[in-house]
């Protein structure tokens, strides 16, 4: 899951500075402070699952180890559907611990099809969910992402078949985008601003350099391409032409017969 959207994780580097290294640890407590009902739950016998089948006779669970973990750390809940010969499970849920502190951090669920549904993820392991993914047709769809950490999203991310079209940022945390990147073919196009917040974008940004930088690719490919076309088309016309061929002396003359030799 990582690899599908990857999460930010926490990185302190200090130095030298004192200032920068007390913040870091004062983060790092804050952390622990959240995450310590958590792992208490765990440790109670309660790994606060968010995927439903407690309980429940048509769930079947299944736990796994991931490398390097020395007790399961990934849970998949499939549903159990059907009677007799015509019954049959299919993955309905997923969860994994990916910091192996005995809390799961990613859950995913999946539809009968075996598709992707939806994912919620911790990211910063600090005990909220601060990044929820939407798919369509097993694709990503949409990324919401809590920078902030108040529980609700302010940067928005929009897939098209898979490839990221479009980020919007709440720069002012008003529950607004003001900030809009437009995206083609995984490189940024254009900016939009917006410098008074009132939901309208007032400038836009765009990279003519890059735009005329790719134009000049266009046309540099369309010039090499005629050229190729040019070369292919002459080519065949020179395999096409027997004008110049020279005749056969073997071959015989219309109208003539030689005498026989006896």
């Not at 804050?30 to 109670?44: E, G, Q, S």
């Not at 016998?45 to 007790?71: F, M, P, Q």
């Not at 940067?155 to 995206?183: F, S």
Request: charged share 35%; hydrophobic share 30%; aromatic share 6%.
């Amino acid at each position: 899951m990582r690899t599908v959207f990857p999460l930010a994780l926490l990185t302190l580097v200090c130095t030298g500075l004192m200032a920068g290294c007390q913040a870091g640890a004062g983060t790092k407590q804050t952390a622990d402070a959240r995450t310590a009902p958590l792992i208490a739950a765990v440790r109670a016998g309660d790994d606060v699952s968010r995927c439903e089948y407690k309980g429940r006779a048509d769930r079947d669970v299944e736990e796994s180890s991931s490398r390097g973990s020395l007790r399961p750390n990934i849970r998949r809940i499939y549903a159990l559907v059907g009677e007799g010969e015509e019954k049959r499970k299919f993955l309905l849920c997923r969860e994994v611990d990916t910091n192996l502190d005995g809390i799961k951090d990613v859950v995913r669920t999946f539809n009968d099809k075996g598709e992707s549904l939806r994912e919620v993820a911790d990211s910063n392991y600090d005990g909220k969910i601060d990044t929820w993914i939407t798919f369509a047709h097993g694709h990503m769809a949409k990324v919401d992402i809590d920078r902030d950490g108040n529980g609700q999203p302010d940067e928005w991310r929009y897939y098209v078949q898979g490839k990221l079209a479009r980020i919007q940022r709440d720069t002012n945390h008003d529950g607004r985008p003001d900030v809009w990147e437009i995206y083609e073919d995984g490189h940024l196009k254009r900016m939009g601003w917006d410098l008074d917040f009132d939901g309208r974008v007032d400038r836009w940004d765009r990279d003519e350099i890059a735009e005329r930088a790719a134009l000049e690719k266009e046309i540099q490919a369309e010039d090499q391409r005629k050229q190729d076309e040019a070369a292919k088309k002459k080519a065949e016309d020179a395999a096409n032409d027997t004008s110049g061929k020279p005749k056969d002396d073997k071959a015989p003359v219309s109208g003539h017969v030689g005498a026989r030799k006896r």
